[in-house]
């Protein structure tokens, strides 16, 4: 009798132990992935990871590297988080340092400079895998300074095991919607902190804020009518004596005689978001072309039955339409009686870029 009881409690015991699943190699998965998972790939690591790259201080310590560009150097951190597991070790994460990162303070991570900018960071032997939602935080220092966003390079790549490299899709550019401008969504900006924006203690340099720019200008402040004031200047510009303004509060419908639409829907677009926009019973806005004019020329005419504007091309009548959102009283939505004449001032129009700030900006050199 007895021996059949302990032959049952070894087969419970037996059956117990399979139905844990406690075998050492789902000890070893479940300890990078969530328990019933499988592990994450490199690719979907790459997709998922977020990366943040912040400065701490932009004035030099004891620690600097007195044997590099004079003994400068800031102090940054890198910073990496991921909502999932990721296990594996044989793993090197590439990226652009404008200044090379001297050292860095992290048990887990080294940052390698490979050459010029680039660098690695790689995990050391005391890294375990990533854990979901943990924070890792890699402190460094570089030489220089970093004085501006776009000091911080973008497209950081994960490179795994089989030399396969996945874009880190947090450390991509994306495009503001409202300036069109490229910003960084990995970089933590930067504050009017001493230590961000003043090298030394002794650095009595002001940040130019709005208050600041208001208080050093106000003096210079003169009230000046702007009424009929449109950027770039146009070639004659006529006031005519009629009292009041014209409404566009209605909005506008225009009316056009051969002039393509697809070459003024910029400028529509751009009314519409001041405000006025296309309507049935709006002020009525008729666009001709019509011989005559030079190149890209136009004649503007507002009246109070309408608006009138007569161009050699949909360039012509582009600038007409920008023209009125020039003289567009935001407030109000009016715009003044006035008589326009303009045309290029040379067949070429060249501009001048300085992307010292910007190189990273393509677009921007091709939207110049």
């Known amino acids: 009798m007895m021996k059949n009881v302990l032959h049952s409690a070894i087969i419970l015991i037996a059956t117990l132990a399979g139905a844990s699943g406690c075998d050492s190699n789902s000890m070893s998965a479940s300890s990078g992935a969530s328990v019933g998972s499988e592990p994450i790939s490199a690719k979907k690591f790459a997709a998922i990871l ?15 590297d007195k044997t590099k560009v004079d003994g400068l150097c800031y102090q940054a951190e890198l910073v990496l988080t991921s909502p999932e597991s990721f296990i594996e070790r044989n793993w090197q994460i590439k990226f652009s340092n404008m200044s090379p ?17 680039l660098h690695k960071l790689v995990p050391t032997e005391k890294f375990s ?5 943990e924070v890792y935080v890699i402190p460094f220092q570089a030489g220089f300074w970093a004085l501006s966003q776009t000091d911080r390079m973008p497209n950081y790549y994960l490179v795994d095991s089989t030399d396969n490299a996945f874009l880190i899709e947090s450390t991509v550019p994306k495009i503001d919607v409202e300036t069109g401008l490229e910003i960084l969504p990995h970089v ?7 230590k961000h924006f003043k090298r030394t203690p002794a650095d009595n340099t002001s940040p130019a804020t709005a208050e600041w720019l208001f208080q050093e200008n106000n ?22 004596r009629m ?26 677009e751009r009314l519409a978001y001041l ?35 007569v161009a050699s091309t949909e360039v012509g009548a582009f600038y007409g339409l920008q023209s009125i959102a ?43």
């Open 50 to 64: 977020d990366v943040k790259t912040r400065v701490i201080t932009n004035r030099s310590t004891d620690e600097c």
């Open 275 to 309: 405000g006025v926009e296309q309507a049935e019973d709006g002020l009525k806005v008729v666009l001709t072309k019509a011989a005559g004019l030079a190149l890209e020329g136009y004649q503007l005419a507002t009246t109070r039955s309408g608006i009138e504007i």
């Open 188 to 194: 933590v900006p930067l504050s009017l902190d001493d």
């Open 101 to 117: 990162v001297q050292q860095d303070s992290s048990e887990l991570f080294d940052i390698v400079h490979i050459n010029g900018d």
């Open 219 to 240: 003096q210079f402040y003169e009230n000046v009518d702007v009424t009929y004031s449109i950027l770039p200047t146009p070639k004659s510009i006529k006031a005519p």
């Open 243 to 268: 009292a009041g303004n014209l409404d566009l509060t209605r909005g506008i419908a225009i009316e056009v005689n051969g002039i393509e639409l697809s070459g003024i829907e910029a400028a529509i």
């Open 326 to 368: 020039s003289l567009l009283d935001p407030n109000s939505l009016t715009v003044p009686f006035i008589v326009i004449e303009d045309e290029p001032r040379f067949a070429f129009r060249g501009c001048i870029s300085m992307f010292l700030e910007t190189l990273n900006q393509k677009n921007l050199f091709f939207r110049c």
């Open 129 to 133: 895998g990533f854990k979901a939602g």
